[in-house]
C-alpha cells in the first residue's frame, strides 16, 4: 500500500509562489508514475501536471500556463509542484496521486491518493 502525503499549501496572494511536495512511502518511489490534481469549491476534480517513472511530464496548460513546475527526487521519495504567479483561480485542494501502471490525465485511473493540501490564493 502506498501512503501519499502532501504538504506547503497555504494562503498566499495574487502573483507569489508555493512549493507543494509529496511525500510517498509503502512502495519503491522510483517504481511509480505521479501527477497532481486539484478541486476547487463546486468544481470536478482537475488534472495539473504528471510526472513518469522516467522523468518525462505533461502539463494541463490550459490550466498551468507555463506557472507551474513539476519534479520528482526519487532518493527522497518525493515529487513536487513548483507554483509561480498564481491567480485566484489557482484556489483549490491539490491532490497528489501516484500508481505503479498508469501516468496520464484521467485521475480515476491512479491507485493512490493523498489526502490533500489547501492553495488559496487572495485577490
Known amino acids: 500500500q502506498v501512503q501519499l502525503v502532501e504538504s506547503g499549501g497555504g494562503l498566499v496572494q495574487t502573483g507569489g509562489s508555493l512549493r507543494l511536495s509529496c511525500a510517498a512511502s509503502?512502495?519503491?518511489?522510483?517504481?511509480?508514475?505521479m501527477g497532481w490534481f486539484r478541486q476547487a469549491p463546486g468544481k470536478e476534480r482537475e488534472f495539473v501536471a504528471t510526472i513518469s517513472r522516467s522523468g518525462s511530464f505533461v502539463y494541463n496548460e490550459y490550466t498551468v500556463k507555463s506557472r507551474f513546475t513539476i519534479s520528482r527526487v526519487n532518493a527522497k521519495s518525493t515529487m513536487y509542484l513548483e507554483m509561480k504567479y498564481l491567480e485566484p483561480e489557482d484556489t483549490a485542494v491539490y491532490y497528489c496521486?501516484?500508481?505503479?501502471?498508469?501516468?496520464?490525465?484521467?485521475?480515476?485511473?491512479?491507485?493512490?491518493w493523498g489526502q490533500g493540501t489547501q492553495v488559496t490564493v487572495s485577490s
Open positions: 509503502g512502495r519503491a518511489f522510483g517504481s511509480l508514475h
Open positions: 496521486a501516484a500508481d505503479p501502471s498508469y501516468t496520464g490525465l484521467v485521475d480515476t485511473h491512479y491507485n493512490y
